[in-house]
């Protein structure tokens, strides 16, 4: 499989470098976890390189490769939740316990809403295919409270650690936008809604649960150049 996404990579780009009319370019998004994802991890930044074609006056291609890393986990959403004697108790997970990577390339389709001489407003759409690693580090650990003088003991957890890998589709769409700095130099925003359809499998003796997609809001900015 990594021998097949290669080859998809180089044919991708080196189809698209020789073309006429086309666009490179490299940014940064910042990825807001969107759904049961948000539940782990607080935003973070990604990162993109592409390449792209102007295939006619209102449709463009562009080939994107990114790069994406969440360990920046969510307390509000990580923890651990027990009921002792009808009172309920919440211990928040250890900072650093989970981490998500993911590397992918994606074909985006651009299309033209709006045209000036310093700015292009376009509609975006794209798919693309998915390499992600999710690794929860071991946890042992026992919670006590003081009940009436002692020490009463209401969690113990043993638990290894857990590694997923896994290939996965994903797809995107939203709007962006090109302004004009000087030629051939451009900015491009944009917001994006995103998903990869991959699956995190739940841990119930911590409480968490099951995540069945990895939705993201991307907002971005990149530089690019044009010929």
């Not at 000036?116 to 946890?139: E, S």
């Not at 003081?146 to 020490?151: D, V």
């Not at 900015?187 to 119930?204: C, D, V």
């Amino acid at each position: 499989m990594k021998i097949k996404f290669t080859f998809l990579i180089i044919f991708l780009f080196v189809s698209i470098s020789f073309a006429q009319n086309y666009v490179a370019g490299t940014g940064a998004s910042y990825l807001i976890p969107f759904g049961s994802f948000s539940d782990r991890f607080k935003p973070e930044i990604g990162y993109n390189i592409y390449f792209g074609k102007q295939t006619s006056e209102n449709w463009r291609w562009t080939g994107k490769f990114e790069y994406i890393v969440f360990d920046n986990q969510n307390d509000e959403g990580s923890y651990i939740k027990e009921v002792y004697e009808g009172q309920e108790y919440k211990f928040n997970l250890p900072e650093k316990f989970m981490k998500f990577t993911a590397y992918g390339i994606s074909a985006n389709a651009d299309y033209k809403i709006y045209e000036n001489d310093f700015l292009k407003t376009y509609l975006n759409f794209g798919f693309g295919v998915y390499n992600w690693k999710f690794t929860r580090n071991a946890y042992n650990d026992s919670i006590f409270i003081n009940s009436n003088g002692t020490n009463t003991l209401i969690f113990a957890a043993n638990l290894p650690q857990n590694v997923q890998t896994d290939w996965s589709g994903g797809f995107n769409f939203g709007v962006n936008a090109d302004i004009k700095l000087f030629e051939p130099l451009w900015l491009n925003i944009g917001a994006n809604y995103k998903t990869i359809i991959g699956e995190l499998w739940p841990s119930l003796a911590i409480d968490m649960e099951n995540v069945s997609t990895f939705q993201l809001i991307d907002i971005k900015a990149s530089l690019s150049v044009k010929f």
